[in-house]
C-alpha cells in the first residue's frame, strides 16, 4: 500500500532554484538539440524543438520565471514535457541542469500556504531532497491563458 504513496518527480535547476515535476508529465531529457527559431516570436518562446516527427515549442524557462538570462555555454538542457492543455500536446522547457529522478511520499509535499498567489498558483509545495529544499511544480498550471491560447497558434505550425 505505501507504494501508492510515493511520487517520482525529476529534479532539476534553473538559475538559484531547485525545482521538481512529476515524471509522469516530464517524458525526456534532450541535451544540445538545435531549436528553430519563430520569426516575430514573443520572448516567452525560445524556438521550435522537431521533436519524433512534430515540432514542439520550447520556453525560455528563465524568462518565464523572471530570472536572469542564462550566460553560460550555448547548449541547453530541454526537458519535454506531456501537456495535453487544449491543442498542446508537448512542449519543451529549457533548464540548466538536470539532477535525476528523487522518489518520495506525497504527503511530505509541504504545501505553500499563505504563499501562493496568482502568479505562482503553479507550486503544489516544497520537497527535501538531497541537493536541498525543492519547489514542486503542477506542470499544467504554469502557464496563464494568455500563455496557452499563443503556445496552441504555435503548436498548429
Known amino acids: 500500500m505505501a507504494a501508492l504513496d510515493s511520487i517520482s518527480l525529476l529534479l532539476f535547476r534553473l538559475h538559484d532554484d531547485l525545482l521538481a515535476i512529476n515524471v509522469k508529465v516530464a517524458i525526456e531529457v534532450l541535451v544540445s538539440e538545435d531549436l528553430i527559431p519563430i520569426p516575430g516570436k514573443v520572448d ?4 521550435l524543438l522537431h521533436y519524433r516527427g512534430d515540432y514542439i515549442p520550447v520556453i525560455n524557462t528563465r524568462k518565464k520565471f523572471f530570472m536572469p538570462e542564462y550566460d553560460g ?4 538542457v530541454i526537458v519535454v514535457l506531456e501537456m495535453n492543455i487544449n491543442d498542446i500536446s508537448k512542449i519543451g522547457i529549457i533548464v540548466d541542469k538536470v539532477h535525476g529522478i528523487h522518489t518520495t511520499q506525497e504527503k511530505s ?3 505553500m500556504e499563505g504563499v ?12 527535501d531532497t538531497s541537493f536541498g529544499p525543492a519547489f514542486v511544480l503542477k506542470a499544467k498550471e504554469i502557464f496563464s491563458d494568455s500563455e496557452i491560447v ?3 497558434e504555435i503548436s498548429k505550425i
Open 44 to 47: 516567452l518562446v525560445k524556438g
Open 73 to 76: 555555454k550555448e547548449s541547453c
Open 109 to 111: 509535499i509541504k504545501p
Open 116 to 127: 501562493n498567489s496568482v502568479k505562482n498558483n503553479f507550486i503544489e509545495g516544497i520537497i
Open 150 to 152: 499563443l503556445l496552441n
